[in-house]
């Protein structure tokens, strides 16, 4: 069985995690949740983590040890998926698993993504620059924010009379198609 970890960030909503979990379970993918990582033990994630019954292990980014830390709770995984992660990951991180980082992100890369581009900032430059059309990104992680081999992609229309929220709830909806799919995709190219 190939084990996921699922590196979630301080503020996390879980909805992209329950999408992975819900996944594994119905056997969409060949998968299973062996951690969940948090930076905080109070979040939403956390606990729609809890409720699935998966493990969580708070990983504290100001620690001076925090890469060692972050890498020793990955421990048994064979995947990384970021769910709202919102940092740079460590470079050991990166080099223990090399092409087996995954993140999503929401719009279409490589158009609005990089450094600040996260939540609702994606949304807004969107409807800012006209687009009629955005979506999510899957992606492999690198050094560099957004900048991974893009494993695919999910589009939806830009409405005239969007909001940032309703465009984001739209895109969130191909999230949630888009992220088992991925993992799956990946699992089957092994
Ligand atoms: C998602 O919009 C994802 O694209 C971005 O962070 C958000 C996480 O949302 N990387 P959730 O916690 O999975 O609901």
Redesign the pocket.
């Known amino acids: 069985m190939i084990n996921l970890g699922i590196l979630?960030g301080p503020k996390?909503?879980?909805?992209?995690?329950l999408a992975i979990a819900n996944a594994c379970r119905s056997g969409q993918i060949g998968a299973s949740i062996h951690v969940v990582v948090s930076p905080v033990s109070g979040s939403e994630?956390v606990a729609k983590a809890t409720e699935k019954a998966l493990p969580v292990k708070v990983v504290t980014p100001s620690s001076t040890n925090y890469a060692k830390e972050l890498l020793a709770s990955l421990d048994g995984c064979d995947f990384v998926c970021l769910?709202?992660y919102m940092r740079l990951l460590p470079a050991e991180v990166l080099h223990a698993f090399p092409n087996r980082v995954l993140?999503?992100?929401?719009a279409l890369l490589p158009k609005f993504g990089g450094k600040g581009m996260?939540g609702n900032h994606v949304h807004e430059a969107v409807i800012e620059a006209g687009e009629s059309e955005s979506g999510?990104t899957v992606h492999f992680v690198s050094d560099k924010y957004d900048e991974g081999e893009i494993i695919l992609q999910r589009h939806c229309p830009v409405l005239p009379s969007d909001t940032i929220e309703t465009l984001a709830a739209r895109v969130?909806i191909e999230?949630h198609l888009a992220y088992p799919e991925a993992i799956q995709k990946v699992i089957e190219a092994l």
Not at 12 to 17: A, E, K, P, T
């Open positions: 979630i996390g909503r879980g909805s992209n995690l994630a769910a709202g993140n999503i992100h929401p996260f999510c969130l999230e």
